[in-house]
């Protein structure tokens, strides 16, 4: 890896104008592949390799070659020695790393294996558990051998710089997290950041701002995590952008946090989704408010007629659904929480209960419609009358064949769903005494011999034709002139 040696300053300035600009290096490619390394280092299995004639066949003398073999000049040193010590144009050093996975090509580095002395080999295949390699050491000649990234004090790997190596910058890191999911932190936590290695990076630049201006940057190397020390309230931006040796990721990639010294402010806009307040007793209820900057998590309560039902912990959700329940007023409440404290709480009443009031004309037309009677409020009932021939409209009653109980324009006050029938009463015919729909001289008789005591009549309304309320021989002769057309009554 070629660390960048600009200071803090030139870094910021540099940011501030482009995220997007690179860093470029002269670099000059190897002519082999990646697949040509792989091959001409199969090709020395079985042999005996001792490049400078000393100590015998080592595990450094196969590297010796393979520097020879790639066109540049090999360097000294015990296998340890090739975690730090010069590399040619272009190589780059990869620190290892959970998840990292080498090439076909790379040089193993161990800083420990069986000794102090280390190890180096040259990996032919790889991938997040194991690598093959080809290698020698005390075995004496060159063999295939495979390891766990477990097998020693593991490094990393040499990469030359293969003609078929791409020779882009490394893309934009993914997926930037916090530890534990949260964007919200108080001013006396530290926050550990993670993100995705990035294909061919070689190091990590972490930017930190705060509130629009950058406070700080730093050189991550091949770490692909940073933790921040707790600091002051305000709107954080961490930024990270990948690197090797061909330059910086264009795109860099960003996470938004917030970090609090003081309780957070009330939750603003609480509602219902459908923003009513009237519910019936078969529906869920749900509820959504404005999400509070500095708030860690949200508690809600229920209550029914002055009485908490229960408290629940929302977490980071700004929203909470009620399973139906039963009749009754209520309250909702939300406050927002984080490590300083709670909010005040913000409520939202709505009532449970709504009643279908059905009315049945009973053999008649023209009655109401249906009426919704909400639970706690009494209802007027409708003014509207059903209608039927023959008949007086009495009012309702609760049953088919039952007793008027209520009136149109009643207070109904029952939580309940109810119908109502209408209650009929046989119109009275002026007239017609003995009930056979006519009026005639039979009539007239009745109402004499009523008069005189001799007859009690079951429809005395009938009789009383001058409405004089009594039922004399005059009441008989409007009958009688009435039955021959001479009178309307």
Same mark, same amino acid.
């Given at each position: 890896?070629?660390?960048? *040696?600009?200071?803090?300053?030139?870094?910021?300035?540099?940011?501030?104008?482009? %995220?997007?600009?690179?860093?470029?290096?002269?670099?000059?490619?190897?002519?082999?592949? /990646? &697949?040509?390394?792989?091959?001409?280092?199969?090709?020395?299995?079985?042999?005996?390799?001792?490049?400078?004639?000393?100590?015998?066949? #080592?595990?450094?003398?196969?590297?010796?070659?393979?520097?020879?073999?790639?066109?540049?000049?090999?360097?000294?040193?015990?296998?340890?020695?090739?975690?730090?010590?010069?590399?040619?144009?272009?190589?780059?050093?990869?620190?290892?790393?959970?998840?990292?996975?080498?090439?076909?090509?790379?040089?193993?580095?161990?800083?420990?294996?069986?000794?102090?002395?280390?190890?180096?080999?040259?990996?032919?295949?790889?991938?997040?558990?194991?690598?093959?390699?080809?290698?020698? &050491?005390?075995?004496?000649?060159?063999?295939?051998?495979?390891?766990?990234?477990?097998?020693?004090?593991?490094?990393?790997?040499?990469?030359? &710089?293969?003609?078929?190596?791409?020779?882009?910058?490394?893309?934009?890191?993914?997926?930037?997290?916090?530890?534990?999911?949260?964007?919200?932190?108080?001013?006396?936590?530290?926050?550990?950041?993670?993100?995705?290695?990035?294909?061919?990076?070689?190091?990590?630049?972490?930017?930190?701002?705060?509130?629009?201006?950058?406070?700080?940057?730093?050189?991550?190397?091949?770490?692909?995590?940073?933790?921040?020390?707790?600091?002051?309230?305000? *709107?954080?931006? %961490?930024?990270?952008?990948?690197?090797? /040796?061909?330059?910086?990721?264009?795109?860099?990639?960003?996470? $938004?946090?917030?970090?609090?010294?003081?309780?957070?402010?009330?939750? #603003?806009?609480?509602?219902?989704?459908?923003?009513?307040?009237?519910?019936?007793? /078969?529906?869920?209820?749900?509820?959504?408010?404005?999400?509070?900057?500095?708030?860690?998590?949200?508690?809600?309560?229920?209550?029914?007629?002055?009485?908490?039902?229960?408290?629940?912990?929302?977490?980071?959700?700004?929203?909470?659904?009620?399973?139906?329940?039963?009749?009754?007023?209520?309250?909702?409440?939300?406050?927002?929480?984080?490590?300083?404290?709670?909010?005040?709480?913000?409520?939202? $009443?709505?009532?449970?209960?709504?009643?279908?009031?059905?009315?049945?004309?009973?053999?008649?037309?023209?009655?109401?419609?249906?009426?919704?009677?909400?639970?706690?409020?009494?209802?007027?009932?409708?003014?509207?009358?059903?209608?039927?021939?023959?008949?007086?409209?009495?009012?309702?009653?609760?049953?088919?064949?039952? %007793?008027?109980?209520?009136?149109?324009?009643?207070?109904?006050?029952?939580? *309940?769903?109810?119908?109502?029938?209408?209650?009929?009463?046989?119109?009275?015919?002026?007239?017609?005494?003995?009930?056979?729909?006519?009026?005639?001289?039979?009539?007239?008789?009745?109402?004499? #011999?009523?008069?005189?005591?001799?007859?009690?009549?079951?429809?005395?309304?009938?009789?009383?034709?001058?409405?004089?309320?009594?039922?004399?021989?005059?009441?008989? *002769?409007?009958?009688?002139?009435?039955?021959?057309?001479?009178?309307?009554?």
């Amino acid at each position: 890896m070629i660390k960048k *040696r600009a200071t803090s300053v030139v870094l910021a300035i540099l940011l501030m104008f482009s %995220l997007s600009s690179t860093i470029t290096l002269p670099v000059f490619a190897v002519s082999a592949t /990646s &697949n040509d390394a792989v091959i001409w280092a199969n090709s020395q299995i079985g042999k005996g390799l001792d490049y400078d004639g000393i100590y015998g066949t #080592q595990c450094v003398d196969l590297i010796k070659y393979y520097y020879a073999y790639l066109g540049v000049s090999p360097v000294q040193g015990n296998g340890c020695d090739y975690a730090t010590n010069a590399l040619p144009s272009g190589w780059s050093r990869i620190k290892y790393y959970s998840g990292f996975v080498p090439q076909p090509g790379d040089i193993a580095v161990w800083t420990y294996s069986t000794t102090a002395n280390g190890h180096v080999a040259i990996v032919t295949s790889a991938d997040s558990s194991k690598m093959n390699v080809v290698e020698q &050491n005390s075995h004496k000649t060159v063999r295939a051998w495979q390891y766990p990234y477990s097998y020693g004090t593991f490094y990393g790997v040499i990469r030359p &710089n293969f003609s078929d190596m791409s020779t882009d910058p490394p893309e934009a890191p993914k997926n930037i997290r916090t530890s534990n999911g949260k964007k919200v932190f108080s001013d006396k936590e530290y926050i550990t950041f993670f993100w995705d290695a990035s294909v061919s990076a070689t190091d990590y630049w972490v930017y930190m701002w705060k509130d629009g201006q950058q406070i700080y940057v730093t050189d991550m190397g091949n770490a692909t995590s940073f933790t921040s020390a707790p600091t002051s309230k305000g *709107r954080y931006t %961490l930024i990270v952008r990948a690197g090797n /040796s061909f330059g910086y990721s264009n795109g860099p990639a960003s996470i $938004d946090f917030v970090v609090y010294d003081d309780i957070p402010d009330s939750p #603003q806009n609480l509602k219902t989704i459908n923003n009513r307040t009237e519910f019936s007793t /078969s529906e869920s209820i749900s509820f959504t408010w404005d999400s509070v900057s500095t708030a860690t998590n949200y508690i809600v309560s229920l209550w029914r007629n002055g009485v908490m039902l229960y408290e629940t912990d929302m977490n980071e959700t700004t929203g909470f659904t009620s399973a139906p329940i039963m009749p009754g007023k209520y309250t909702f409440t939300v406050k927002a929480k984080n490590n300083y404290g709670a909010s005040n709480s913000v409520t939202f $009443d709505f009532t449970v209960g709504l009643y279908t009031i059905t009315y049945s004309s009973n053999g008649g037309t023209g009655g109401p419609g249906k009426q919704t009677k909400i639970y706690g409020k009494p209802l007027i009932l409708s003014t509207i009358e059903p209608t039927k021939g023959g008949y007086n409209f009495c009012g309702w009653a609760t049953e088919p064949n039952g %007793l008027v109980k209520y009136k149109p324009g009643s207070i109904y006050t029952e939580e *309940r769903d109810i119908t109502l029938y209408a209650v009929w009463e046989k119109a009275t015919k002026f007239g017609d005494v003995n009930g056979d729909g006519t009026v005639d001289a039979v009539d007239a008789r009745w109402v004499l #011999q009523a008069a005189a005591g001799m007859r009690t009549l079951a429809n005395t309304a009938a009789a009383d034709v001058n409405g004089d309320n009594q039922i004399d021989a005059v009441d008989a *002769r409007w009958i009688l002139q009435a039955a021959a057309g001479m009178r309307a009554l």
